[in-house]
């Protein structure tokens, strides 16, 4: 079982900046962030891989940017330029260690979840 901590949120401003972190208990594979707007379906927003490739979603690309430190076990999620559209919960995500030998796929973390950091942008 691997536990994940979030941290980071708050209230901004539009065209504003907020670093998220996400302390593990533990070594992880694939870590990510998704996030969830009242009434929205929940939404992938970055993820990376132990590789160190990302992926983001379109509404974000250019202005979050996804890093981690495996020495402590931290991932982050950096963003900035918010706009009030990107008001929601931000959850992290994250798959523990792959057996040796196991191809990775696609990363999209889905194994173990924190508990959110609310982010709320004012225009």
């Known amino acids: 079982e691997v536990e994940l901590v979030e941290s980071g949120g708050g209230s901004v401003e539009a065209g504003g900046s907020l670093r998220l972190s996400c302390v593990a208990s533990?070594?992880?594979?694939?870590v990510g962030w998704f996030r969830q707007a009242p009434e929205k379906e929940r939404e992938g927003v970055a993820f990376?891989?132990?590789?160190?490739?990302?992926t983001y979603a379109d509404s974000v690309k250019g202005r979050f940017v996804i890093s981690r430190d495996d020495g402590k076990n931290t991932v982050y999620l950096q963003m900035n330029s918010l706009k009030p559209e990107d008001t929601a919960m931000y959850y992290c995500?994250?798959?523990?260690?792959?057996?040796?030998?196991?191809?990775?796929?696609?990363?999209?973390?889905?194994?173990?979840w924190g508990q959110g950091t609310q982010v709320t942008v004012s225009s």
């Open positions: 990376m891989d132990d590789d160190g490739s990302t």
């Open positions: 995500a994250a798959d523990p260690p792959r057996p040796p030998g196991m191809i990775a796929g696609i990363c999209r973390p889905a194994n173990y």
């Open positions: 533990t070594k992880t594979s694939c």
